[in-house]
């Protein structure tokens, strides 16, 4: 009688721990199911993120715009002379950055009278590079009273700068400063031929001109 009730007991608790495990299974497997809904939210924001940050960085890389240019006669205004440019560089066109790296050769053709290389004398001048990029500008390729006030706008296929240019004497001192622009397309069309290329308070003139992205 005794061997029974025992073996009746043993069977209780047999019973008793295998329900519970059953049940502690049943639990963690609603636990892992509960967890998976959070776990693919956490992984889904990280790719989303992951993505942007990707596009964000193509973006900036995608604005940066590289040309290069050789403009043999820049001229127009009165007594301005006339000079000689070549180069390039690339500048970025994203707000953050906003950056440029150009420079190149530079030489007076004639004597510069006036206006911001006033003083530059025909086969001084040796190099400029940039000391600014600029969104817009606002020029004349001669100065007349009657010419057109024309805009140029930094783009894909136009870059307005202010300039640093030097004289040989002059060491890294920059002799004269001045914008310029540089473009793809014709500034002024009011003005006879293919304008393309302006030197503040010089005039304008005709470049082979390239730009790349």
């Known amino acids: 009688m005794i ?4 073996r009746r007991a043993m069977t209780r608790v047999i019973e008793q721990f295998s329900s519970g495990e059953r049940n ?25 993120l992951m993505t942007l940050l990707g596009a964000t960085a193509a973006a900036a890389a995608g604005s940066t715009v590289g040309f290069g240019f050789d403009a043999g006669n820049v001229s127009g205004f009165p007594s301005a002379g006339a000079v000689a440019l070549n180069g390039g560089g690339a500048f970025n066109l994203a707000p953050a950055a906003g950056s440029v790296h150009a420079g190149g050769g530079f030489s007076c053709t004639a ?46 296929d136009t870059v307005v700068l202010n300039a640093d240019f030097y004289r040989a004497g002059d060491a890294n001192d920059e002799s004269f400063r001045a914008q310029m622009i540089v473009s793809t397309t014709d500034i002024a069309p009011d003005i006879p031929g293919v304008q393309n290329v302006w030197v503040q308070s010089v005039g304008c003139g005709t470049a082979v001109v390239h730009f790349g992205a």
Do not use: H, Y
């Not at 061997?3 to 025992?6: G, I």
């Not at 502690?24 to 989303?48: C, D, F, H, K, W």
């Not at 001084?124 to 100065?143: N, P």
């Open 111 to 156: 004597d510069v009278g006036q206006g911001f290389l006033g003083g530059c004398l025909q086969g001084e001048g040796v190099r400029w590079d940039t000391d600014e990029l600029l969104a817009s500008t606002r020029f004349k390729c001669t100065g007349s009273v009657g010419e057109e006030l024309k805009s140029a706008v930094t783009d894909d």
């Open 3 to 6: 061997e029974f009730l025992n």
């Open 24 to 48: 502690r299974q049943r639990e963690g497997s609603n636990r892992i199911r509960s967890l998976n809904p959070i776990r693919v939210l956490v992984a889904t924001a990280a790719m989303s």
